[in-house]
């Protein structure tokens, strides 16, 4: 009985270390999950590897080739900036230039074409163009047709910009424009201009001649006077005035000549057209009485510039890229990100434009910390001291690709060229590997607790079959096999040998030992009782 207990002692202890193993070993094959809070937990023991400030973009210092590694985009007027590179730099330039436009015409010469002025169609008598400028005679008697007291020329001339104004504005204009005027003063025969004061009756307007500067797109769409001057005092009798000599036409002011001039470049973006004109009133007076004599008229000069820069529309970015690896897979946590690069520009940025600035962006999402371009100087800084940290826009599954771009936020006009550099562009990314991963089907986990179970199993009937059989030697193991099979029925099926049988069998082989001494031919018939025991005899005397 104290054996028997023994022996179901060891074998319970064999069964409680088996379930133990198998119990510990199932979360490492089978994945346990707990939903809380619409999150899942999976409880499984494994491996971590830690990658700390790893390098995620190639060529950080601007090596030749940077292409294709770094690649520009622009995106709005592509005219308004450019990209370039230099030693150990990438440039993001903004395209400013500042042009000037003049026509000088002193005096206007041949290329002006005179044409009838549509709102006093009627010529003067005489006009002409010399070496002096553009020229008016006119001769007006109280007598004659009526449509002849208002007359009117135009001398035009077309221009055409270099540029398409559209992409330009006009930062400044001016223009200056001379003329000469003789009339013969009255009363006296063949009469006089009259003028306020003099003897004469007249009307409201009395006589003046007009001089003046137009400004207009090819079609006359827009049209506006830039220049003039209208006589007042030409022709009085006392004290007399008989002439102006290189006298100034009246400019309006330049904001509204600047205004002018940009509302035309709308209308057409190239062409417009510069008109120097000259207007003749004759005041009614009494018939066969008044007679007026415009001797000469002239337009001597004519100075018109403009200034023009280039527009840099609102929104237009320009920016250098990088595309690297993403980071894939369930097991892998992100767990920092920093970028660092220097930045510089060339010269001071314009106040024109405030609100312009250097932007990160990484994965097309933008980094909330930019850099104001009027805070940048001419010499490389670090954009950030630390660095940027950018974890937060770090995704994973999909390429991690940066931007650095330089942001226009207004619409200005630039007069030079502005380019802002960048380099020492570093990206450091810092993230865990979680090991195993590989057990992610659920085939795989039953495959390999069907094989643990298996194996466990195979184990537990070994260990069991040792403790109760086969730690025995073979008779020990018949007679126990034997003394189970005492209450049985059944014969056990081993033959158990009688003791006088065996007796026997063992005294008969050796009767077969001995046997052999007795075989041969016999003498004289006679047995030799020598034969038979000279043996024993002489072991007899021997010992006498």
């Not at 491996?47 to 690649?71: A, C, K, Q, R, S």
């Not at 330009?168 to 013969?184: E, G």
């Not at 946590?333 to 609100?355: M, V």
Request: glycine share 4%; net charge negative.
């Amino acid at each position: 009985m104290l054996l028997r207990f023994k022996i179901k002692k060891r074998f319970g202890v064999i069964l409680l270390i088996i379930t133990i193993i198998i119990f510990n070993a199932l979360p490492l094959l089978l994945p346990i999950n707990f939903t809380s809070n619409n999150e899942q937990l999976i409880i499984k023991p494994s491996g971590e590897t830690y990658y700390t400030d790893v390098l995620w973009l190639d060529n950080p210092t601007f090596e030749d080739p940077i292409e294709p590694i770094w690649f520009p985009d622009i995106e709005g007027d592509e005219s308004d900036v450019d990209t370039s590179t230099s030693l150990n730099q990438a440039n993001l330039q903004i395209l400013g230039e500042e042009y000037t436009f003049e026509v000088i015409a002193d005096p206007p010469d041949g290329n002006w074409t005179a044409v009838n002025n549509p709102s006093f169609p009627r010529f003067p008598d005489n006009h002409f163009t010399d070496s002096v400028g553009l020229n008016v005679y006119h001769y007006w008697d109280e007598d004659e047709d009526q449509t002849h007291n208002t007359p009117s020329v135009h001398w035009k001339r077309n221009f055409t910009m270099p540029v398409n104004m559209a992409d330009y504005i006009i930062t400044s204009a001016s223009i200056q424009s001379t003329f000469n005027a003789t009339v013969t003063v009255g009363p006296h025969s063949g009469g006089g201009i009259d003028c306020p004061g003099d003897t004469l009756p007249q009307s409201s307007t009395f006589d003046y001649a007009r001089f003046y500067v137009l400004v207009s797109d090819p079609n006359n769409t827009y049209e506006y006077e830039i220049a003039y001057n209208q006589t007042v005092d030409l022709g009085q009798d006392s004290p007399e005035i008989s002439n102006y000599s290189d006298t100034r036409m009246v400019n309006i002011p330049e904001d509204v000549l600047i205004a002018f001039l940009t509302s035309i470049f709308k209308e057409n973006n190239f062409n417009f057209t510069i008109t120097l004109g000259i207007d003749i009133y004759c005041e009614d007076n009494e018939p066969g009485v008044d007679e007026d004599r415009w001797d000469s008229l002239i337009i001597r000069s004519l100075d018109f510039k403009f200034t023009y820069r280039k527009k840099i529309d609102q929104f237009t970015s320009v920016s250098w890229n990088q595309e690297g690896a993403a980071i894939s897979g369930s097991n892998k946590l992100i767990t920092g990100a920093t970028l660092l690069f220097k930045y510089k520009i060339d010269q001071d940025w314009t106040s024109s434009s405030p609100n312009s600035e250097i932007r990160v962006l990484i994965n097309n999402n933008l980094h909330s910390e930019t850099i104001k371009l009027s805070k940048v100087t001419n010499t490389f800084q670090e954009a950030k001291t630390g660095g940027y940290d950018v974890t937060f826009l770090i995704l994973k599954d999909v390429n991690i690709s940066l931007s650095i771009q330089i942001y226009l936020a207004d619409e200005f006009g630039l007069e030079k060229v502005i380019t802002v550099s960048i380099t020492d562009v570093y990206l450091y990314i810092s993230y865990i590997v979680t090991f195993p991963d590989i057990f992610s089907e659920p085939w795989i986990f039953a495959g390999l607790f069907i094989i643990a179970i298996i194996g466990a199993s195979l184990l537990a009937a070994y260990l069991i079959a040792y403790q109760t059989y086969l730690k025995y030697p073979v008779p020990v193991r018949k007679v126990r096999k034997y003394r189970k099979t005492l209450t049985k029925e059944k014969d056990p099926g081993v033959h158990i040998i009688k003791r006088k049988s065996s007796f026997k069998k063992i005294f008969r082989n050796e009767l077969d030992k001995t046997s052999k001494f007795l075989k041969g031919a016999p003498l004289d018939g006679k047995i030799i009782r020598e034969k038979l025991i000279g043996n024993q005899q002489t072991g007899s005397n021997s010992e006498k």
